[in-house]
C-alpha cells in the first residue's frame, strides 16, 4: 500500500540522487547533471511556491520512498512529472503512485480540470503508467508526447 505526503526538507537528498541518476537524465527534458547549490535553491522554493506541489510516494510496508510526483499549477491547468526512485523502478509502483498523488492533488487544488504530461517518445514506462491512471494522448511534438487528464 502507497502513502502520499508532502514533501518537506528531509526528501531533498533522495529527490537530488534520484535527479542525478543517469536513466532519470536521459528521460527528463534536461539531461545535465543537476548542481547540489542549485537543486537546494530550487527545492527550497519549490516547497513554498503556491503554484507548485511536490508530492512523495512511500511504501508503507517497505517503510521505502517510492517516487516524487510533481504538480506546476497555472489556472486550471497543471503540468505532472513523475521521478521513481531508481531502487523503486521495475516493480510496477509508478501507476499506483500516479494515480494515489492526483488524488491527493484534487484536493488541494480543487480548481484545476486538467493536468497534462509531456513524455519523452522513448519513455514507454512513463507512456505506459500515464496511460494506464487515465490519461490521452493529444500530440507529438518532435521527440515529445503530450498527454492529458480531465479531472
Known amino acids: 500500500m502507497t502513502n502520499i505526503r508532502i514533501a518537506n526538507r528531509s526528501d531533498i537528498k533522495d529527490i537530488f540522487d534520484w535527479a542525478n541518476d543517469e536513466n532519470t537524465r536521459q528521460m527528463s527534458h534536461t539531461t545535465d547533471l543537476v548542481d547540489w547549490d542549485e537543486h537546494n535553491v530550487w527545492f527550497n522554493s519549490s516547497l513554498i511556491d503556491p503554484s507548485r506541489l511536490l508530492l512523495i510516494c512511500e511504501d508503507e510496508n517497505l517503510k521505502k520512498k517510492i517516487a ?19 531502487n523503486m523502478r521495475g516493480k510496477g509502483k509508478a ?4 494515480k494515489d498523488a492526483i488524488s491527493s492533488f484534487k484536493t488541494i487544488f480543487s480548481s484545476v480540470r486538467f493536468i497534462d504530461a509531456e513524455i519523452k517518445s522513448l519513455n514507454v514506462a512513463s507512456k505506459r503508467s500515464f496511460v494506464a491512471v ?3 494522448f493529444v500530440k507529438k511534438d518532435s521527440d515529445l508526447l503530450f498527454y492529458e487528464y480531465a479531472i
Request: hydrophobic residues 40%.
Open 134 to 136: 487515465g490519461f490521452e
Open 95 to 98: 501507476k499506483e503512485c500516479l
Open 68 to 86: 516524487v510526483v510533481r504538480f506546476d499549477v497555472d489556472g486550471e491547468r497543471a503540468v505532472v512529472s513523475i521521478n521513481v526512485s531508481p
